[in-house]
């Protein structure tokens, strides 16, 4: 999928594994993210908030603004963020 950017040198490969490197700007946004240094100490932050909340729905809701808030990966953000809260509502557990 993103192998054209990384032959183009647009993208690095080393870029598409894990955090964000750099910073990230959305175009149709106002928004912007937490600088991406501080990506890798919210995101234990993250899992632990939604580790505690026993609530299935309170955790959907809870997981799926803080994740776009973070906004932790270079792409790909709205697709996971999607995914995270069909399912997140549906578990008994509160593990992620």
Do not use: C
């Not at 999928?1 to 690095?12: I, N, S, Y």
């Not at 955090?19 to 912007?32: C, D, H, K, V």
């Amino acid at each position: 999928m993103f192998q054209p950017f990384v032959t183009a040198g647009l993208l690095r490969a080393g870029d598409l594994a894990g955090y964000r490197n750099n910073p990230l700007y959305l175009r149709t946004s106002s928004y912007a993210p937490p600088r991406w240094e501080a990506v890798r100490d919210a995101m234990p932050t993250f899992f632990d908030l939604l580790e505690k909340e026993p609530e299935p729905s309170v955790r959907a809701v809870l997981g799926h603004w803080r994740f776009g808030y973070i906004h932790p990966y270079p792409d790909g953000n709205g697709r996971m963020n999607r995914n995270e809260g069909y399912t997140a509502g549906t578990r008994k557990s509160a593990s992620v």
